[in-house]
Every structure is written in C-alpha cells, then in structure tokens.
C-alpha cells in the first residue's frame, strides 16, 4: 500500500474511530458527546471519497472499507444511541428497533454497492449518513418526543434507508425535485424551526427526509 492509499484509507478508519467512540459515550451516558461523534463520522465519511479521487487511488478496497465503517458509524452507533437515549423502558421492543435500525442501513450498503455503476443522479433509498444524521440530531436537539413516537419515527426511518424512495444526489439529473412537496417540506421545517430554533440541524434532516418522501409520493400520484 503506497502513502497516497494510506491516507484516504487512514481517513475511513476515522469515520470508524468516530462510530466507535460514539458508542463508547452511550454506554457511558454521554449521549450528546455520541451524537457529536457520530457527526465527525459523517464529516469523515464526506471526505475519504473525495481524497482518494483527488488522489488517483479510488478503488474497490477502499470503497469495501467505506461501507464497513459506515455500517458501525451510521447503523450501529445511532441503533445504540436512540435506544439508550430514548427507548429503553419499552425493552425487547427498543432492542429490536435498535437492532432493525442497523440491519435495514447494511441492506442499504449493500444494495448501494451492487448498484453503485447503474443508478446515476439520485440514491434509492435514504444515505446511511442520512439516516445517522438524524438519529444524532434529534438527540442534540432537545426534543423530547414520547417513546413511542421516537419508536415509530426510528422505525420510519430504518424503513426509508432500504425502501425505493429516491433521494437527490444534488450531483445528478436522474431524480428531479418538483416544487410541490419541495415547498411543503420547506414550510413544515420552518414552522419547527421557528417553534425551536436551536434544533436546526435536527429541522434541516427532518426537512431533507419530508421531501424525499413527498416528492416520491407526488410522483407517484402524478405519474412523472
């Protein structure tokens, strides 16, 4: 392995370093500091893409090793957040939510990689970062929804990172945005923005997720 693989390899194994020290803090009680983590991850996992291609070593070695760190930062460390976080006094039930969280993002991966050459211009199916991102958003943000709704939306969640809905890419043309459900998830968000705004970066993955999934289902009624 020459120094150029070194670093961006060296920059997948931080996106891991991230995943795990998030799951350290859960156990430790420290569930902002594992939400943050699992932020650096997402930060991390942006940039080793973009470092090996920059660097001319982009190639299947590394894009395994990405998927296999992605799994434990953005499937099993949020899994293991939000039931520590919110769902314990519902048991089994939070356990396995946790657990269902983690397995649909390894289906996710999976299907990604086989797919990777053949779906240009949008992501079936939420991004696993995605998916993370709002489970530690809504821990950072202060929101204290009921354990059920957490259970139904963790549930909702995990379901959209392996379902059909086609997410923007915002790099290609394969899955336009209409202004319809763009406009509705916009005002949605701005309305819980307004009504607490220091949970904006919960609100932006709320709205990101709102409008894929309105603007999958305008499609489908529409027929476009």
Not at 28 to 33: N, P, W, Y
Not at 161 to 186: H, R
Request: aromatic share 12%.
């Amino acid at each position: 392995m020459n120094y150029r693989s070194a670093i961006a390899n060296t920059i997948s194994s931080t996106n891991l370093l991230f995943g795990i020290l998030s799951i350290i803090a859960t156990f430790e009680g420290k569930f902002t500091i594992a939400a943050l983590m699992i932020v650096l991850a997402v930060v991390a996992d942006s940039l080793d893409g973009r470092v090996a291609r920059a660097l001319g070593v982009s190639g299947e070695f590394g894009k395994e090793l990405d998927s296999l760190c992605d799994v434990c930062s953005f499937g099993v460390a949020p899994g293991i957040l939000i039931y520590q976080y919110a769902l314990v006094d519902i048991g089994l039930v939070g356990k396995l939510l946790a657990a269902f969280f983690a397995v649909c993002g390894a289906l996710r991966l999976a299907r990604f990689n086989v797919n990777a050459s053949v779906v240009q211009g949008y992501f079936v199916g939420m991004p696993i970062p995605a998916g993370g991102c709002i489970v530690s958003a809504y821990v950072m943000s202060g929101y204290q929804f009921s354990t059920i709704v957490v259970a139904l939306g963790t549930a909702i969640v995990a379901v959209i990172m392996y379902s059909e809905i086609k997410f923007p890419d915002f790099k290609g043309k394969g899955n336009p945005l209409y202004p319809q459900p763009v406009i509705l998830a916009v005002a949605a968000g701005l309305y819980m923005l307004y009504q607490r705004p220091v949970a904006w970066p919960f609100v932006i993955m709320f709205t990101y997720t709102l409008a894929g999934m309105a603007n999958h289902l305008y499609v489908k009624l529409t027929n476009k």
